[in-house]
């Protein structure tokens, strides 16, 4: 079949042209190496097609089935690698019509029917993105899992809750941890809502103003398991907002990451001491004999930065084109597939960097971050972290709370000047910031007495913490 109209791509587009492209432009022009990641979407978009063609009564039962065969054939040669991807064939469409052709003759000329590549990109990408949000849906449960092991052992940890990165008060390591996990818990409904406005069927909107053909555009979309059909053919062609709502998503999602990489970096430095990530997440130096670099947080940290650009790059990409399709929209493919590379490798490596890994022999995680509880404590005791809970105490004893406000700042200072906490401070002393203040201020002094009290829905408990456990753990499954 080497007359097919593709092979002729090498010398001219068609008859209409006078010259053939040059190899600078050829280059410049094509996409097939890294479009090719589409190839199951491609077959799978066309099957479907095709199937539908045969039931309108489009193309025969005959064509039919040389197409599945031909398809069948394609897949396998593709999975195996012995498939040739063709520069000349521009991209993953003509490189598989192409071969389906040189396969299976003039039914494989008679796929295209009805169809254009500007429906057909559109439509693979979105079965394939809804295929990656599925995963990605698996590793950001897996993460909030591991989290939530770690808040479940931790819940009764202290660890000085900051504000300006100054110590504020006391909150249970536990429930830090269940911070995130609220974040990822948001950023995957935000994925499932992505994936609703994703999952809808560009084909049958053919170039841009729908086909002639009597397609059954429903029967494709059910086919392919698709929630419904795009309802505008000019729109179904040309929009790319579901890849850059997804890449929003993703980059939140990073964002999250980041914050939180930036946590375990200032908490496993010799400063504060507070955790240990396992040495397979950490490098050393060359030059010094003791470091021990976090670099994976370092480097999610780094990649944020590039998945936030590639959410840039679509949303310039999209501004100021024209309906419908533009060749501007070959360009949406490196982000996205490099935003979809990066957050999941982030997620897997963070699921296990901090819940570990499940040790074959015993079936239990092993080797998550370790934490030093002795470290966050002293932390904690050395910043007057109760000081809110003297002020407090006050407010009880009857004193409006901005008198107690004031007062308790007399009272930090005495102990800043005696180098001690508050709970140390004698109680003759206490009292002589104000007299209502009795013995029983020292339970409301102490850190754990801080935390108990907060015992308050979405407050830092342990008792909260852990009946927040159990409501993660029954989402989570
Ligand atoms: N490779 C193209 C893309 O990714 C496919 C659509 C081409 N359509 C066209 N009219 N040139 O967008």
Redesign the pocket.
Known sequence: MSQNQFDKKSQAWSALFSEPMSDLVKRYTS?VFF?KRLWQADITGSLAHAEMLAAQGIISAEDHAAIQKGMAQIWSEIESGAFEWKLDL????LNIEARLTQLVGDAGKRLHTGR???D??ATDVRLWLRGEIDLIGELLADLQKSLVDVAEAHADVILPGFTHLQVAQPVSFGHHMLAYVEMFSRDAERFSEVRRRTNRLPLGSA?LAGTSYPLDRERVAKTLGMDGVCQNSLDAVSDRDFAIEFTSAASLTMIHISRMSEELIIWMSQNFGFIKIADRFTTGSSIMPQKKNPDVPELARGKTGRVVGHLMGLITLMKGQPLA?N?D??E??EPLFDTVDTLKDTLRIFSEMIGGQVNAATGKKEGGISVNAEAMERAALKGYATATDLADYLVKKGLPFRDAHETVAHAVKAAQSHACDLSELPLAVLQGFHASIEKDVYECLSLRGSLNARNILGGTAPAQVRAQVARHRARLG
Do not use: F, G, L, M
């Not at 521009?90 to 469409?93: K, S």
């Open positions: 996409s479009d521009e991209d993953v469409h254009s590549r500007n057909q990109v170039a399709y060749k929209n070959q949406d493919k």
